[in-house]
């Protein structure tokens, strides 16, 4: 039986050979920073992880949002800003429509909502999806190049990693992969997306022949609007672990890539969504300041762009390529987090399968 552990404490080891005059960079007392004993959440020390990688690489991670992440996150707030006046979204949600009511659902605020969100999320996607294929799969290669844990966990090793940008050639050759990858995730996301709305419909059709009433159905549409939303973020949260393992190891792509994933987020679901929701809620809070502050004020103006409100909506464009570049630090140091604790469950059972073959 194991003793039980300390409580968890704080501990700040010195940073060797800094002379007592210069100024410790924040990556480094982050990353020195240690949590002691048990009890540590593995969402904390990803989040620490990926705040330290982050303020380590900081020159090398701002260049990466500015040069390939910045023409992505530009294109994803311009297709949000065209999309409610494009024919597209209209043929899109008209369709959306017509199959709710052939499938038998209720009209409700809920279906209603979800049928734009679904119109606006297919548009998006689609006018977006060049700059997702090439921007940002290379800012998705480049970061995890610089991640990369070939030199196990020296930080001098890993700090030598972020004084530079990666050679070309070894983000250009993980790209293939990562392409293959995020189109299997495409089509991923669309299969979870039909699936649960075939269980809605069965859950509706059933209430509908048990004549339900009002509120059986509200508590349906309820109950459908959670499970809808963590199906659909346990799905991506599986997607961005699979990019990030085909950039990682070599030889995944497609399918092996999503399978490694899915192995390695087993039992850790619950974490992975925490981790993964600061980033995700800092990039949506970026779209919704675009809106307020770019698209807004560009319709009140009559639809000019003044200088003002474009420097507005680069600047904005800018906060959201660092986001994403967050997000895919965040997910390189769970997909380590992952490996790690794989590797001491085999080094858990080393001793047990020794102790069989003695006997």
């Known amino acids: 039986m194991k003793a039980m552990s300390a409580p968890a404490s704080i501990q700040l080891s010195p940073v060797a050979d800094a002379p007592s005059s210069s100024c410790v960079p924040l990556g480094e007392i982050l990353y020195q920073c240690k949590i002691s004993g048990g009890g540590a959440s593995g969402e904390g020390d990803a989040g620490r992880a990926s705040v330290s990688a982050f303020f380590d690489g900081y020159h090398r991670f701002s260049s990466v949002a500015a040069l390939l992440a910045l023409p ?24 959306l429509r017509a199959v709710f009511a052939a499938s038998g659902f209720p009209p409700s605020p809920f279906f209603a909502l979800l049928e734009a969100k679904l119109s606006q999320t297919v548009v998006t996607f689609a006018l977006a999806l060049p700059f997702a294929l090439t921007f940002l799969l290379l800012a998705k290669a480049t970061v995890a190049a610089m991640l990369r844990d070939d030199d196990g966990d020296h930080p001098a090793a890993r700090r030598r990693k972020l004084d ?188 047990e399968e020794k102790g069989e073959f003695q006997a």
């Not at 992505?72 to 006046?85: G, K, M, Q, R, Y």
């Not at 269980?199 to 549409?221: E, H, I, K, N, R």
């Open 72 to 95: 992505f996150s530009a294109a994803v707030l311009a297709s949000e800003a065209a999309a409610p006046s494009s024919s597209a979204l209209r043929a899109v949600a008209a369709r």
């Open 164 to 351: 530079a940008l990666p050679p070309c050639g070894a983000v250009l050759r993980a790209y293939p992969a990562l392409v293959a990858t995020h189109l299997l995730n495409a089509f991923l996301v669309l299969s979870v997306n039909a699936a649960v709305f075939s269980l809605l419909l069965l859950a509706f059709g059933a209430a509908d022949l048990l004549g339900a009433g009002t509120w059986t159905t509200a508590a349906l549409s309820a109950g459908g609007a959670v499970a809808y939303s963590l199906a659909v973020g346990v799905a991506t949260v599986v997607c961005n672990l699979a990019v990030v393992v085909a950039a990682m190891e070599r030889g995944r792509a497609g399918h092996g890539a999503v399978l490694r994933a899915c192995v390695l987020v087993r039992g850790r679901v619950s974490t992975a969504l925490a981790v993964a929701l600061p980033t995700n809620l800092g990039m949506a809070a970026a779209e919704a300041l675009f809106q307020l502050r770019v698209v807004a004020r560009r319709r009140s103006a009559g639809g000019r762009l003044e200088p003002a409100v474009a420097g507005e909506a680069f600047s904005i464009a800018y906060i959201h390529a660092i986001c994403v570049v967050l997000e895919i630090i965040v997910s390189c140091m769970f997909y380590r987090s992952c490996r790690r604790r794989e590797a001491d469950e085999l080094r858990e059972l080393e001793p």
